[in-house]
């Protein structure tokens, strides 16, 4: 069975960093697109940084300049540095991937989140 397990939430004071991890296990052949969403209280779920296998990335607006995604294939993980930390950045962070299982179909997976709480 495959899962995404993300790690690195907690609580930061306004200017600070995380690092935000999301390892995929099971029967994987590899991670093709992935992506970090942030829902906050109220608000929809939003797509804060994507990245292709090929090492295409997109960021949202909102974070350009302080967040960082990137990806370890070999270790089948996925990771989100986030840097210069705003109040509003506070919000429940999900790593969501299309994974390509060793029997070749892909299929798309969501992470069951980690808290990210930012202090002003």
């Known amino acids: 069975q495959v899962q995404l397990v993300e790690s690195g939430g907690g609580l930061v004071q306004a200017g600070g960093s995380l690092r935000l991890s999301c390892a995929a296990s099971g029967s994987i052949f590899s991670i093709n697109r992935a992506g970090w969403y942030r829902q906050a209280p109220g608000k929809q779920r939003e797509l804060v940084a994507g990245i292709t296998s090929g090492g295409n990335i997109n960021y949202a607006d909102s974070v350009k300049g302080r967040f960082t995604i990137s990806r370890d294939n070999a270790k089948n993980t996925v990771y989100l540095q986030m840097n210069s930390l705003k109040p509003e950045d506070t919000a429940v962070y999900y790593c969501?991937?299309?994974?390509?299982?060793?029997?070749?179909?892909?299929?798309?997976?969501w992470g069951q989140g980690t808290q990210v709480t930012v202090s002003s």
């Open positions: 969501n991937a299309d994974i390509i299982l060793a029997t070749g179909q892909w299929y798309n997976y």
